[in-house]
């Protein structure tokens, strides 16, 4: 009976020991996980996006009608002090492009090479340095490392900006970008004499840029640009100062070509060739409506 008493007591204490090591140890593990934990939550990336602010100082409200400035208020043009403005948001706009079907997903762009860069757009890669470490732009959001309450980005050589982290935890870059110009820029390289698919074409269509102003195109028609085939448009190619102009850019191919590429999409339509913004999106290079 006595060897019997001896051998539980000694299963007990063995048992007893092994709990309290276990115990003991659980807190050091525990401890030890929670800190793997936080180390990867704070190693994650966070999100920054780009907002598109467009100005219009070249557009004239005197002579839009009730139903475009009805249009321009519902695409989101408003007056903010003094000055004709526009707030877009890339990523939300892509996506929701993506989703209708309008454009491709980042990922299967790629696959289809729609994302290779020319020669001349590697000067303006869509990239940012955020704190000084060069950062891809993916439909116009970019990656912050950490969670700094602020970051330095500097979004090419004349613009770099201080940005603070919002409520929601985004850091918010807004670049402001002059409409007029843009249109300006894309019919000036209407003229390109080298430009693909211009070799067909008479001496007199081959000024369409600057004879079409007013014309209504129809879908098929040869087009220099595709940046008046939005969902609002009155399918004309008209001049920067037209309020219609900008109605008929919104949601063209050539406003999701400035989405999508936002800074290497300044060489629009340069010599490679005509529509280029449709050909780099993967719609068709001729006159068509969204």
């Known amino acids: 009976m006595k060897k019997k008493s001896i ?27 929670t800190t793997k934990s936080i180390a990867e939550v704070q190693s994650q990336p966070e999100k920054g996006e780009i907002i598109l602010k467009y100005t219009a100082p070249d557009v004239d409200l ?18 903010e002090d003094g000055e004709l403005v526009q707030y877009r948001s890339i990523s939300e706009e892509i996506d929701t492009a993506i989703n209708e079907g309008y454009l491709s997903s980042y990922e299967d762009a790629e696959k289809m090479g729609l994302l290779a860069m020319d020669e001349e757009d590697e000067e303006n890669k869509d990239t940012l ?7 891809e732009i993916k439909d116009g959001q970019f990656e912050v490392i950490g969670s700094p309450e602020s970051v330095e980005i500097r979004y090419d050589e004349n613009t770099t ?14 670049i402001e970008q002059d409409l007029g110009e843009v249109i300006d820029e894309m019919d000036e390289h209407s003229h390109d004499s080298d430009m693909e698919g211009m070799t067909h074409l008479s001496t007199q269509s081959s000024t369409i840029g600057t004879l079409g102003y007013g014309d209504k195109y129809k879908p098929g028609d040869w087009v220099h640009c595709n940046r008046f085939n939005g969902p609002h448009t009155d399918d004309r190619h008209l001049q920067k100062w037209h309020p219609q102009a900008i109605i008929n ?22 010599k490679y060739r005509a529509a280029y913004c449709s050909w780099k999106l993967g719609h068709s290079t001729k006159y068509h409506r969204h």
């Not at 007591?9 to 593990?29: C, E, G």
């Not at 005197?62 to 007056?79: N, P, Y």
């Not at 900006?161 to 807004?174: F, H, I």
């Open 161 to 174: 900006k201080n940005v603070k982290k919002s409520e929601d935890g985004k850091y918010r870059l807004v």
């Open 62 to 79: 005197s002579i839009a009608t009730e139903e475009q400035l009805k249009t321009l208020k519902k695409i989101g043009w408003k007056m």
């Open 249 to 270: 850019f919104y949601h063209s191919d050539c406003d999701y070509g400035a989405l999508r590429y936002c800074k290497s999409h300044k060489n629009c339509n340069q």
């Open 129 to 135: 340095l955020v704190d000084g470490k060069e950062t």
């Open 7 to 33: 051998m539980r007591k000694m299963v007990l204490s063995v048992v007893t020991s092994v709990v309290t090591i276990s115990l003991a140890l659980f807190p050091m593990i525990a401890s030890a996980s």
